[in-house]
């Protein structure tokens, strides 16, 4: 497809062609733009963001391809082609749906509330021996990750499997003309996205819409609505279940009997939990209507993997960074996972990569794809793995360092892991090559406690958050108290990415340290200290001014420098700021202060999370109105005004102003009692059993004996205490943690490293996962439980205790 072809794909105008070119590379984020030639940029208009805005950086870059939906003053572009559509985003679709019409292979086609990706992935695993498959890259399932997936099909392909997303009505006929399925799956319903629908029905007919035009849809007739559905709609069709009319009838559990076409066998499957055993059934379904014989099917599916669908960032060896993602290995995944590297600010960047398997392009250009791939994202360093790749390695160029091993084995026994040091690596890898060692081998050492962090969910509240505010409101994000237990550096790093404003800091000290770490985002530091100026200043930090005596000394100290401040104004919390009897004496001084810049005047609300304290939240904002009113009078100037923090963006929309403090709320704690259910919370505390035991009616369980046995027990020791952060208040049966989804309480004292839980009637083993919080037993349960709030539970998380990211598309 070339340049010049899209304005009637498109329906759209050329406002400039400087030199007709083929289309190759879609790009949508500038910030992962792959600059060449054969990339076009779609400038997308959002309510939080306009991609207009990117287009001169993205030309001064090399980019030379424009599809807009606003006129820009192209002169300013001379080599540049520019399109104006209706809508980017329409233009995107309409150009996929071009590409697919060239393509007669068959196509699968899923959607369902829950398991989408699951299947996909398992499909791809079942179906890859057999042939080359496209497939959407993670879970870019939505009106734009699905056009990119689609986009990716090429002339080698001998089947495609894509999934598709709907949040409201009218999305899914779009993407079926994207897709084009021959053969559909439909997963499940559940509760997601009900918010943009009327009722459960009307969400069915939306999904059902992406086979239209499918041979035959494939589901599960215990779903009573989606079978009713189906039969009222006359869509043709092959359902399986255990109930009901089902083509396929099953019987059984962990070992299925299948009754299909006259024929009886039985099928086993490795993972026995209700989810894994729909999502398997949903694949041998579309394995029996391919024509696969029964004995080729188990075979396969007793060799199903889990599905890591995130990537994982860990700490390393030698102050490194880990991006683990050694589940699969395709080139579209690992453009997603350069992304990911490229946007951590650690400058030495390396790559861990094995053989890309059944791409359906030779070995050579293989190899090809991926160095042009390593060089537009800046790799310093490239480890390639596999016999293909250690064929190939002259394509990589003799530069001394890059390295290549035919094996994992050869890897470990011959790399020297002392020359891997300050870096970031991402290590990934196709299964079958058991990258999981060379992680555990790069992999920092710790004890069984982890806190994960889901850094996909972060920014999902991020936008959350963005959608209540008012255009043109900024938003600082407080990365305070080590980011509320969460990890500085990644949050902020992730955080600087997604263009987030400003960011709030407690002390100099934790600004200081992610100036080292390559932020570079304005940082305000609420509790600065006279002793901590010199290290605001070098390192361009922030402070807060919350008394006239601070104002003064910090005066002194700059003698003419220059530098930045933020006024904090006391208006009702009665804990730091300059009061209303300051305010003669203060603006005086700083009339006379020109090397000192009042960057925002901001005040705290004392209750913005309950709706009784609305009237003195009032109060506040109207003292705050008056000071800052006064100051940008009598100092001809407007600073930035903020007030509200988490729970002032959810409940007081009038308050907003120029910026916005975002903290609890961007980790997924609703701070207030009106029940935002949007929110996702983002930490999972777990650590491990470590011993099991059996004790008898009478003995006695921990220090000080408070723990006593009434009758005989099963306990189990479990690696945390109170110098991880779980609190001694947890003692005694106040606490309750999670053991294979059962809860189990504290018996005795927590102790310093260690927990003693009562897990009589619990099918539990040495070894095994023990949530402290997390999806299924909420932070806020955990806090209510001994009388305290999520914040504190967070940020007493000891630093000690191991934090893990993990990520998908962000």
């Known amino acids: 497809m070339f340049f010049s072809e899209i304005e009637k794909i498109a329906k759209g105008k050329v406002l400039q062609l400087h030199r007709d070119a083929s289309i190759q590379n879609l790009v949508v984020d500038s910030r992962k733009a792959i600059v060449g030639e054969g990339s076009v940029f779609f400038a997308i208009s959002g309510p939080r963001n306009d991609g207009h805005q990117y287009v001169s950086d993205l030309y001064h870059t090399g980019i030379r391809q ?48 829950n398991g989408k990706t699951i299947v996909k992935e398992w499909l791809y695993q079942l179906l890859s021996p057999d042939s080359t498959i496209v497939k959407n890259p993670g879970s870019y399932n939505s009106q734009i990750g699905v056009p990119l997936s689609v986009w990716a099909m090429q002339s080698f392909h001998q089947l495609g499997i894509f999934e598709a997303g709907v949040s409201i009505p009218g999305e899914m006929e779009k993407l079926e003309k994207i897709i084009m399925p021959t053969i559909g799956v439909f997963t499940n319903i559940g509760t997601a996205h009900d918010e943009g629908f009327e009722n459960i029905q009307q969400k069915i007919n939306e999904k059902l819409k992406l086979f239209t035009n499918a041979k035959v849809l494939i589901y599960c007739s215990d779903h009573f609505e989606i079978d009713r559905a189906v039969r009222q709609a006359g869509i043709p069709s092959l359902s399986w279940g255990r109930t009901g009319g089902a083509e396929i009838k099953l019987t059984g559990d962990s070992v299925v009997e299948v ?61 490194c960074q880990i991006i683990d993602d050694t589940y699969n290995n395709d080139l579209a995944g690992l453009q997603i996972s350069l992304d990911f590297l490229a946007s951590q600010q650690k400058k030495k960047k390396s790559v861990i990569l094995s053989d890309v398997l059944q791409s359906g392009i030779s070995e050579a250009d293989v190899a090809k794809s991926i160095a042009s791939m390593l060089m537009k994202n800046g790799v310093t360093r490239f480890i390639g793995i596999g016999s293909t790749l250690h064929s190939q390695k002259k394509v990589f160029g003799n530069t001394s360092a890059n390295s290549f091993f035919k094996t994992v084995e050869e890897f470990i026994k011959q790399f020297d892991f002392n020359s891997i040091e300050n870096e970031i690596l991402l290590v990934k890898g196709a299964r079958v090559f058991q990258f999981e060692k060379i992680v555990q081998r790069l992999q920092r050492k710790a004890h069984g406690t982890v806190m994960q962090i889901d850094l996909s969910k972060m920014i999902h509240n991020l936008n959350f958050f963005k959608s209540k505010l008012k255009p043109g409101v900024k938003i ?40 080292r770490k390559n932020i570079s985002l304005p940082i305000m530091v609420m509790n600065a200290t006279e002793e901590s100026f010199d290290s605001l200043l070098s390192n361009k930090l922030e402070p807060a001014m919350y008394s006239l005596k601070m104002l003064k000394a910090f005066a002194v100290f700059l003698n003419s420098r220059s530098a930045s401040v933020h006024i904090e104004v006391e208006t009702g919390m009665q804990r730091l700021g300059l009061s209303e009897n300051d305010m003669d004496e203060v603006l005086e001084f700083l009339k006379h202060q020109k090397n000192i810049k009042v960057a925002s005047v901001f005040s705290h609300l004392a209750g913005s999370d309950e709706s009784i304290h609305d009237g003195f939240s009032k109060e506040q904002f109207d003292r705050y109105q008056k000071f800052y009113n006064r100051l940008s009078s009598e100092l001809n100037t407007k600073p930035l005004r903020h007030l509200l923090n988490s729970a002032g963006i959810l409940r007081l929309p009038d308050f907003q102003m120029d910026m916005v403090r975002l903290g609890i709320g961007l980790y997924g704690v609703d701070p207030t009692a009106e029940n935002f259910s949007e929110l996702q919370p983002v930490a999972t505390l777990k650590t491990v059993i470590s011993q099991i035991k059996e004790i008898r009616k009478g003995e006695t369980v921990g220090y000080g004996r408070k723990g006593k046995a009434e009758k005989e027990m099963t306990i189990a020791t479990i690696a945390i205490g109170y110098a991880d952060g779980f609190s001694r208040s947890f003692s005694r049966g106040k606490g309750l943690v999670l053991v294979n989804g059962k809860k189990a309480p504290v018996i005795g004292n927590v102790c310093m490293d260690m927990t003693m839980i009562d897990i009589t009637g619990i099918a539990a083993s040495e070894g095994d996962d023990v949530i402290i919080f997390g999806d299924d037993l909420p932070i806020h349960e955990v806090a209510e439980s001994i009388g305290t709030i999520p914040y504190e539970i967070l940020t007493n998380t000891s630093a000690r205790v191991k934090r893990v990211f993990v990520a998908e598309g962000i």
């Open 259 to 319: 009754n299909y076409q006259m024929k009886s066998f039985k099928l086993s499957f490795p993972l026995a939990d209700k989810a894994s055993l729909e999502n398997s059934f949903h694949c041998v379904a579309v394995m029996l209507h391919l024509g696969y014989d029964v004995d080729v099917i188990q075979k396969r599916v007793s060799n199903l993997q889990p599905v890591s669908m995130r990537l994982e960032l860990k700490e390393g060896i030698n102050n």
């Open 476 to 515: 600082m994000a407080m990365v305070k108290a080590f980011a509320y237990g969460s990890g500085s550096e990644e949050v902020a790093n992730l955080l600087q990415y997604h263009k987030v404003d400003y960011l709030g800091v407690a002390y100099a000290d934790e600004g200081v340290e992610l100036r």
């Open 66 to 113: 424009f599809i807009v939906q606003k006129i820009i003053d192209y002169k300013n572009f001379p080599e540049a082609n520019i399109l104006l559509v209706d809508s980017s985003i329409d233009a995107l679709q309409s150009m996929a749906c071009a590409h697919r019409s060239h393509f007669s292979v068959p196509v699968i086609g899923i959607t369902g509330s």
